[in-house]
């Protein structure tokens, strides 16, 4: 992963984090991207609940191009991952694993 990569990622966890309408005690975004479309799933945490259902208040194609983005990044690098998870728990890092 480059500075480019850092600060594309540091933009969806800036949407995804405001976004979350409820508040939230970690987060788990998961993003697998194909050929022209993307498939996410939020899971917030909240007081050891966990929930896919969230409200949210940001706009999906925002991430998808940032993470389009990404994609074609690693893809230039001969490192095309399939799909990765940024994960945060609230007062700890950032997390972000790719699966290739």
Known sequence: MVIEDLEVIKSIFRIVHGGIVHGYDSFRYEIEMGQGFMEAELTVEKNGIEVTDAEIDFDISDVYFLAKELKANAV?????????????????????????
């Open 76 to 100: 230039q690098r001969g490192e095309p991952w399939k799909s990765f998870v940024l994960s945060y728990r609230e007062g700890e890092q950032v997390k972000t694993k790719f699966e290739y």
